[in-house]
């Protein structure tokens, strides 16, 4: 056989004579090259141009996107100057040494490679060998950030874009002479655990290929590389670019190298066995030999046909390689028969409901099974967008089957020990399945181990950030450093949905502590060292949660979040709708300051960050230490938004959060809310607002001989249950509240009644669980319901109404709800749910049993509050929340007409609906729906004149804010 061993001038040594006579034997090209006569390892390029045979150096760690810039090769010559070789130390330690690899993917995906904390760089090195004079452009598609030597030069310099999340591509045109030799040096970093990237080259127009250049690999003396190395490496097998194949019908198994690949004399074949899901070879198909150039340019294709009967969900191709008749080794690959993964799937929910129908799995278990089969069919949807997603499909699919089966055999799920878990509950609201993850320390003891010697674990929270294609199968990422640390130190890391993109309000807020429970459930937690951490929508998720709940928490960390949105939505609050301004306010955590007297804050802020101002990090801060709070703000100079790996990785998180504790006990609270449904901290409650719309504000504080002094505003009545250890229950409190002095005895339980100004009289009161706005009548089990009064227009134009809702809540809230008629709704279902009622009492027989009891009332012409009538048209509609006459603890939402967010992206859809509006169908200066009347019932579920704002339902100007003040 002949080798392509390129002869040079000078004479080889005879160590070299041996190597070149080894490799001839095996037949693959190693050649004498011009840098010192060592040996080369040659490969021309794929079909597409893609370089995939590379000498490769790392992982060298960094934390910021700056120190990528750092030269990591000083000490071994130099990014500029260094010609590296297959074995060569790539740093002074010689711990990383450069390492030749062939890649059958022409996407290269570093994700094992990288290191669990930070980010990783590589260097990628190789020789382009000119066989004629060339124009070439290097093309290269990353994540991350990259860069590119030619001979000494930096060519490419390409970060990620700091808006962006995709991938980013870069080029760069150069020309070589025919013989002419190119030194190429890539630099790639990674984001976190994730780095992609492919590299092409292009000769003109067309991608280059074996005729116009050579790939060489030096090698150190003394290397004999060895046909596995290389050509298995080189090589795959699969269905060409159908990724399923059907019982029955002919698939096209090919055989062959798309990307780079050995310059080999010898021929190549494989006998590649098709096994079914069992393990059972079900064919055995022959390629012919050939070269690896040919299979290069044209895979091997030889047909086969799935067994029309077989049931399997997928098959695994297993290929046998052999090289002049040697075996070299095995490349295989799964593909998927859709119909019977679709029957498998069919076949799975079955079982799972049979064994929910026989009472054989507990609620929250049927939510874990459910979980994976829902994450199977979004898998099988996905189509290309998720890599790997088939091998996933099984992966989900296989788990649900051994979980039914256990429980068919009267079993629980697997018990939770030490690692990550992937969980589920069955959510109240629309009985849909949704997940949450776990990380367990190996200090963990489940409650009932057996010898009741369950040691309570602090617990981290840590809320997610916002990617607009989160969903039940990709969301979870959270930053290895953390849960290594946390690993470490025993906590128990908590890791809510929260039903994907919900900035953690509303139904997302409501996951997250819902989540918490079920965790305590699990496990014993500590209830002072329960931490809140977030990293951008997550960190605003904090701020928010943190005023809701400050009692909950020992301490709060935020990465990258906002504590307010005017500042992130250009707004000027002065110049904002008041009742916009409320709802902004209620969901906001500046606004709510006070309520952080005993809750200290630990804020990382990159001072480059362009999706969230760094400003809201330094008003923040700044904010609370003028109140005499606790905070601490680490800036990260020249850092970005990206600063999740750097922060975890290093201790200071972690150490910050053992030197807290939770006070459990205050002696002064103080309490800020714009709504009742966050009316409590420690050993207060408020009751009763004075006047809806505005915010109530209290400040208590305990001083020892049962003392207390109180201030108040917008508060009407307030209850106290302080601890034994603040106030004696049995004995009069002696109070001063907001100047007036006031004896207050103790109630049933210890409880001291505070009134502070008259109710409001009237009909049904605003509670806790009863305040509204709209979007609060799906945190809780709702039902949509359309009319089919009125005729089959009316009948169909609600209908569609109720599915687009139904449409936008999966979008949104990652659940499913049935439409359902007027005429099959039951009053078990009216007892029990939320109704959200579409059409008027004309056309939705529901409505129309409890129309008389609205204080909105509907006419021939439209919409009427306080006596004005507000034309119904095809481009107006309303929206108001009440709660149900029919069923006083649950709520209705009445819609009817045009439909409401059109332009509002699907996370923000309710964000600014107060109780009711009347709207038109032109989009506002923020994408809200203009209005005609908005507003706010008062404390007792009536119309209040001044809790209502008018306009004319035509577009405004943008209230922008001010100039911003001078950085902090």
């Given amino acids: 056989m002949k080798s392509q061993v390129a002869n040079r001038k000078s004479q080889m040594p005879l160590w070299a004579s041996l190597l070149v006579a080894a490799l001839s034997a095996i037949g693959c090209l190693a050649a004498a090259g011009a840098d010192g006569g060592q040996a080369e390892a040659l490969f021309a390029p794929g079909a597409s141009g893609c370089v995939t045979s590379w000498l490769v150096a790392g992982p060298f760690g960094f934390l910021r996107d700056a120190q990528l810039d750092e030269d990591f090769l000083r000490a071994v010559g130099g990014e500029a100057a260094v010609r590296p070789r297959a074995g060569d130390a790539a740093e002074a330690a010689k711990r990383l040494a450069w390492q030749a690899a062939a890649f059958a993917d022409p996407v290269l995906n570093f994700k094992d490679r990288c290191l669990p904390l930070g980010k990783s760089a590589f260097y990628l090195a190789a020789v382009l060998v000119a066989r004629r004079d060339l124009e070439l452009t290097l093309g290269l598609t990353h994540t991350g950030q990259a860069r590119a030597w030619l001979d000494g030069k930096q060519v490419i310099r390409s970060d990620k874009d700091p808006f962006g999340l995709g991938p980013r591509n870069a080029e760069h045109a150069f020309a070589l002479k025919a013989g002419q030799r190119a030194h190429l040096l890539l630099k790639l970093g990674s984001e976190g655990r994730y780095l992609q990237f492919i590299v092409r080259l292009r000769a003109g127009m067309a991608a280059a290929k074996a005729d116009d250049l050579t790939i060489a690999l030096p090698l150190k003396p003394g290397a004999k590389p060895a046909p596995e190395a290389f050509v298995l490496a080189s090589l795959g097998v699969g269905t060409g670019r159908e990724r399923f194949v059907e019982p029955g019908q002919k698939a096209v198994v090919t055989f062959g190298a798309e990307g780079s690949y050995p310059l080999c004399d010898g021929q190549v074949a494989a006998a590649i066995t098709v096994q079914d899901s069992k393990g059972k070879a079900v064919a055995v198909l022959k390629t012919a030999p050939a070269k690896l150039a040919d299979l290069a340019a044209a895979p091997a294709e030889l047909a086969w046909t799935p067994p029309r009967a077989a049931g399997s969900p997928f098959y695994k191709l297993v290929a046998a390689v052999t ?43 049927f939510a874990c099974v459910m979980l994976r089969i829902e994450k199977a069919i979004l898998l099988q949807q996905g189509g290309d967008l998720r890599a790997g997603s088939l091998d996933d499909v099984y992966h989900e699919l296989e788990t649900a089957s051994e979980w039914l089966t256990l429980i068919e055999a009267g079993k629980g799920l697997p018990p939770i020990g030490p690692g990550s878990h992937e969980l589920a509950y069955l959510a109240e609201q629309d009985d849909s399945a949704q997940p949450y993850y776990l990380h367990v320390p190996t200090a963990a003891r489940a409650p009932g181990a057996g010898d009741g010697s369950a040691k309570p674990l602090p617990a981290i929270v840590y809320l997610h950030g916002y990617a607009p294609w989160l969903d039940k199968t990709n969301w979870h990422e959270v930053s290895a450093g953390l849960l290594e640390q946390a690993e470490a130190r025993g906590y128990l890391v908590i890791v809510p949905f929260a039903r994907s993109n919900t900035d953690f309000q509303s139904i997302g807020e409501w996951d997250t502590l819902h989540v918490l429970r079920l965790a305590g459930k699990r496990f014993s937690i500590d209830p002072d060292r329960i931490f809140l951490v977030g990293y951008s929508m997550g960190g605003s998720g904090v701020y928010t949660l943190a005023a809701h709940y400050p009692d909950l928490w020992a301490g709060a960390v935020v990465l990258c979040g906002r504590p307010r949105n005017y500042l992130w939505k250009d707004l000027d609050p002065a110049r904002v709708e008041p009742f916009k301004r409320h709802l902004l306010d209620l969901e906001s955590g500046l606004p709510h300051i006070q309520n952080f007297l005993h809750l200290p804050f630990l804020v990382f802020q990159g001072t480059n960050d362009v999706l969230v101002q760094p400003e809201q990090a330094y008003s923040f801060v700044e904010a609370m230490k003028a109140g005499g709070m606790k905070a601490e703000l680490v800036r990260l100079e020249g850092q970005s938004h990206w600063i999740g790996d750097e922060t975890f990785s290093t201790p200071k998180v972690l150490d910050w959060m053992d030197a807290q504790r939770r006070v459990a006990a205050p002696r002064e609270v103080r309490l800020k809310t714009y709504s009742l449904r966050y009316n409590r901290a420690w050993w207060l409650a408020i009751d009763v607002f004075e006047r809806w719309g505005e915010p109530a504000e209290v400040s208590a504080t305990l001083l020892p001989g049962n003392k207390l002094q109180l201030t108040a505003r917008n508060i009407a009545a307030l209850t106290l249950r302080p601890p034994n250890e603040l106030a004696d229950p049995k004995t009069p409190l002696t109070a001063t509240i907001n100047g007036a002095p006031q004896k207050l005895e103790a109630g049933p339980g210890g409880a001291f009644a505070v009134t502070i100004a008259p109710r409001q009289a009237g009909g049904p009161r605003k509670t806790p669980t009863l305040c509204g706005p709209i979007k609060d009548a799906f945190n809780h089990r709702f039902v949509l319901v359309y009319g089919t009064a009125g005729g089959k227009e009316p009948a169909e134009r609600n209908r569609t109404l109720a599915r ?47 129309a008389g009891k609205l204080p909105i009332r509907f006419s021939d012409d439209g919409y009427e509050l306080l006596g004005k009538t507000y034309k119904a048209t095809e481009t107006t509609g309303i929206m108001f929340i009440y709660p149900n006459p029919l069923a006083p603890q649950r709520y209705i939402v009445v819609y009817d007409g045009a439909h409401y967010g059109e332009k509002l992206g699907e996370n923000h859809k309710y964000d600014l609906l107060p109780d009711f509006i009347i709207y038109s169908d032109e989009p506002d200066y923020d994408d809200t729906n203009c209005y005609h009347v908005a507003g706010f019932f008062d404390c007792a579920w009536q119309l209040d004149p001044k809790l209502l704002w008018t306009s004319d339902g035509r577009p405004k100007p943008r209230p922008s804010a001010p100039a911003a003040p001078p950085p902090y």
């Fill in 323 to 365: 090289y002049e008749g040697r075996e070299l080794g095995t490349v295989s690959k799964t593909v998927y028969s859709p119909n019977d993964i679709g029957q498998w799937t069919a076949d799975l929910h079955k079982r799972l409901l049979a064994a929910a129908t026989a009472s054989k799995l507990a609620r929250d278990d």
């Fill in 804 to 850: 687009k809702v139904q449409k936008e809540w999966y979008a949104f809230a990652k659940g499913f709800r049935n439409v359902v008629p007027d005429t099959s709704l039951t009053d078990a279902e009216i007892a029990r749910s939320n109704l959200i009622l579409f059409g008027t009492p004309k056309t939705n027989a529901v409505l129309a049993r409890m």
